[in-house]
């Protein structure tokens, strides 16, 4: 069983950034792929972004791409979402997953695939 509690969200303007902290306890933190997913207002969830258990690998949503950068360390059981040039549209609360994966270097942008979440932090984007 993996635990999850993001930190760091808040009220950024336009064009600022925030840093999003996920920690884990409980289960092997190493093993697991790890996402940051969304859910803004009237909108679906959806993926931001995710890194493979040895942080190698990492992959973003077209959204976000250049803009937002994940990173872990496994020795604090952590991950984090570093969120730049936030727009108004970023807005909605940021949430972090886990997936267990045999595999280091695997990834995944599917939500139905992550076991555990967190109770998330919201990202209000003031213009």
């Known amino acids: 069983q993996v635990q999850l509690v993001e930190s760091g969200g808040g009220l950024v303007q336009a064009g600022g950034s925030l840093k999003l902290s996920c920690a884990a306890s409980?289960?092997?933190?190493?093993?697991?792929?790890m996402g940051w997913f969304r859910h803004g207002p009237g909108k679906e969830r959806e993926v931001v972004a995710t890194?493979?258990?040895?942080?190698?690998?990492?992959v973003y949503s077209d959204s976000v791409k250049g803009r937002f950068t994940i990173s872990r360390d496994n020795a604090k059981k952590t991950v984090y979402l570093q969120v730049n040039s936030l727009k108004p549209e970023a807005a909605a609360v940021y949430y972090c997953?886990?997936?267990?994966?045999?595999?280091?270097?695997?990834?995944?942008?599917?939500?139905?695939?992550?076991?555990?979440w967190g109770q998330g932090t919201q990202v209000t984007v003031s213009s």
């Open positions: 997953a886990a997936n267990w994966h045999p595999l280091n270097w695997a990834t995944s942008l599917d939500a139905n695939e992550y076991t555990y």
């Open positions: 890194i493979s258990p040895s942080g190698r690998n990492t």
């Open positions: 409980g289960g092997t933190f190493s093993n697991h792929i």
